[in-house]
Every structure is written in C-alpha cells, then in structure tokens.
C-alpha cells in the first residue's frame, strides 16, 4: 500500500503537470456586474437598483422591475444593464474598451482605463476617449455612433470603425455613414476620419474588426484590412491614397456545419461570416501572410498581403490560389478575434464555444494536433470577445457573456464581464504552440 505521504506527492506532481500541459492560465485583471463611467451623460439616472431589460415589442421601451422607463434613447437615460463592452486593446498604460451601441442607454462607445489612476480598482469606471464630446452621435457630424473593436499599429495610433449604426433591437438605425478613424495616441488628436463609400457596404453592421498592415519607418503608407461579417468581403483601405476596395471570395463564408453554438448555457445559430485577419512575420521578399476565419466556421485560411493591397485584383472574379485553406482548427473551436505574437511565433485564438484561448505555433503544420489549449473556463470566460496582443507582448482578452444577454437575462449580482491578460512567452508554456 501506498504511504499517505507518497501519495500526496503525486497527487501534487499530476496537479503541477496538469497545469503545465494546459499552459500558464489567463490572469483576470479587471471584472464587473454591470459596466460603470466617470461621465454618463446629464441624462444619468441611477439604475444599480432596477434590472432593466430592452422590451423587444415596443421600440426605445424598457421593462423595469418596479417602473416603466419612457424612450431613453431620446432624452439620454444611461441604461446601465445596456452597457456590454466587447473590445479591449492596450497600449501605454492605457486600456481602450468598447461598448457598442446594440441598445439604448449607452453614454460613450470608445472608453479607456487609467492603469495608473484606476488599476487598483478590481471593478474601475470607464473615461470616454478621445473625450465624451466626440462620443455623442447627436452632437455633430462626426460624433462616434458604435465601435466595436481598435487596434493600435506601430506608429501609436488607435484605428477603429465606426459602424455608424445605432443597432436597436428590431429597429436597427444608419444614422451615419461607417468609418474609419486614425488618432494619434501622443496628442490624442483625430488624425483621419474616412467615411466608407455606400458602394462598398450599405450599413455598417458587420464592420467589428480592423487590422492595420505598415511600417514603422513608412506610418502613411499604411493598408487596412477590415472584415465584414455580414456582406461576407475583405476591404481593404489604403491610407496614402485614401482608398478603399473589397475582395469576394468563398472562403469568407460561414460553414453551415459549424453555426450551431452553445456558450454559456445557451442554444443558438450564427452566420456570421469572416470575422478577424492578423498578419504573419514579414517574409523574405518582404511581404506578409494575413490569416483570416469566419466566426461560424473551425477553418483557418490565409492569403498574401501582396494580393490585399493591389486594387485591380479586387475586381478579378478568379483568385486562383490567393486565398487558401490552411485546415480546420478542430471541433468547437469557432473563434472570434485571433492574433500573431511575433516574439513568440504563435497565434493565440479566441475560442467562444471553448470559453478560452487557444494557440498554434506557425513553424508546424496546420493540424487540429497542433492546435493548443492555453486556458478555458466554462463559468468565468464565457464569450471571450475579442483578443489583442501590445506591444509588450502581453496578450489581452475581454470575455462579455454576451449569448446571455442576446438569448437571456445576465444576472446583476454575477461578474458578467472580465478583463484578462498573459505575457505571450508564458502562456504557450507547456503547450504544442512551444
């Protein structure tokens, strides 16, 4: 028989290989019940006390335990349950978080963390960024409508869409044109605002994702590659020219054997189409591979830059092997956002049926077997919406719950919303992605 004390050596052993063989876990860095601002609008009213949910009959209505709220769109109320945020990408002390506007009662869509000032707080209030003026869609022009996701290249500016799109249950409103937006994030000024011509796309819906492909030694000539998942096209937009083209193709298609979802305790089909690229270390002859997947889909496709930024091959109704299927990431491995950490060589996924991170290594062959698993957890990540790595090499993930809402009711007294981070270099550890 085995000494108590044997056994519990390994029963330590097999705890400490578990966790290697997993990889290092996600540190959770921030999380709240419900999403709170500095600045919420002179419209405020204090909702922590009623659970307010959208009335999906009635347009701009809402059903409240203990009162009935008029159209808060219209006169500004900051609806707290509405606030989701989706996006998270850091830079410089700085952490940039999104709310889209999917429902009334959202005061700022672009908002940031002072680490500094606010990383004590478990649970901090969001700052409108670049300020709350320019947050609010009614007060001029170029007011931010809805933005779902940044991206900061190596010349310290912030990119982003702006859908332009109020999207109300059953009463989805384009009340501007999309967008896209350069500010610099040593002044904070807007460098560039573009408004995405109507023969590229109708609506904005559908425009949550931007990766932007420059040099630091060449910040004008700068292409970005924005999915849209529902138009199912790659556009492409080139900032020395101040164009933009789109790109068809199949490969931006969901697989209709992989849009049945259950996250998060809830049963449901999406379609949506291609939903995040990220870029591959610059090649020998200069250029770099863009990897690309449909959210609806475990299939991992690729194609080179050089093809993405040459406007006349849009118009080609033959790709040939441009765009080219790498193999299927595995079963329930549908991800939302993914990207490359050129200090590893790896591509770390955010899985939403998983509710975690995965990664793979690009030096080995595009296999299900090469796929790892860096983190999941069933109770705590559930919907890890988007993922970006700084430039530090720390990856960042924000895990929304959002099938609950969509499908559900969050409950306010849970943490529905988290915020985590890994340094790249630690969380393949132990993985197929060393």
């Keep these: ?43 405020y009213k204090d909702l922590w006390s009623r659970l307010c949910i959208p009335d999906l009959h009635v347009y701009g209505s809402t059903a409240c335990l203990g009162e009935s709220q ?28 999104t709310t889209p506007r999917r429902q009334p009662g959202i005061p700022s869509t672009l908002n940031y963390i002072d680490l500094d000032k606010d990383g004590w707080n478990p649970s901090p209030y969001l700052r409108a960024y670049p300020n709350f ?60 605002r573009f408004e995405i011509p109507q023969s590229i796309v109708e609506i904005g819906r559908g425009l949550a994702s931007i990766t932007v492909d420059v040099r630091a030694r060449n910040c004008g000539d700068a ?16 900032l020395q020219s101040d164009r933009i083209w789109s790109f068809v193709h199949n490969s931006f298609n969901f697989d209709p054997l992989s849009d ?36 609806a ?25 441009d765009f080219r299927l790498l193999g299927s990431r595995g079963p329930s491995s549908q991800s939302t956002m993914h990207k490359f950490d050129p200090k590893t060589g790896v591509i770390f996924f955010a899985e939403v049926q998983k509710s975690g991170v995965g990664c793979w290594q690009i030096r080995k062959p595009f296999s299900s077997e090469n796929i790892g698993s860096v983190y999941s957890n069933a109770t705590e990540m559930i919907y890890p919406s988007d993922l970006t790595i700084d430039e530090e090499g720390t990856i960042w993930v924000m895990s929304n719950s959002m099938p609950i809402f969509v499908y559900s009711t969050l409950d306010r007294e849970k943490f529905n919303f988290r915020i985590w981070k890994q340094k790249g270099a630690l969380a393949k550890r132990g993985t197929v992605c060393e």
């Design 1 to 43: 028989m085995l000494s108590p004390r044997f056994v519990l050596l390994f029963t330590i052993a097999g705890l400490e290989l578990l966790t290697f063989a997993n990889g290092d876990p996600m540190i959770e860095v921030f999380k709240w019940k419900q999403m709170d601002f500095y600045n919420r609008g002179n419209g």
């Design 70 to 97: 008029p159209d808060n769109n219209r006169n500004g109320t900051f609806i707290q349950y509405n606030n989701v945020p989706q996006g998270v990408t850091h830079f410089r002390g700085r952490l940039f978080v």
């Design 133 to 192: 003026a320019l947050n609010q869609f009614n007060a001029s022009a170029e007011g931010l409508v809805s933005v779902y996701r940044t991206s900061v290249d190596v010349c310290q500016r912030l990119w982003f869409v702006d859908t332009g799109m109020l999207e109300y249950p059953n009463n989805r409103q384009q009340i501007k044109r999309p967008s896209i937006w350069v500010i610099d994030l040593t002044t904070d000024q807007v460098l560039k």
């Design 223 to 238: 292409y970005a590659y924005i999915p849209d998942l529902v138009n199912r096209r790659l556009h492409v937009y080139h």
């Design 260 to 295: 049945d979802l259950n996250i998060g305790g809830q049963k449901f089909r999406w379609d949506d189409g291609i939903f995040s690229t990220t870029l591959g270390p610059y090649l020998n002859d200069g250029s770099r591979d863009v990897y690309f997947h449909a959210m």
């Design 297 to 321: 889909s475990t299939n991992e496709f690729v194609v080179s830059n050089r093809v993405l930024q040459q406007e006349s091959n849009a118009a080609r109704s033959d790709h040939g092997n």
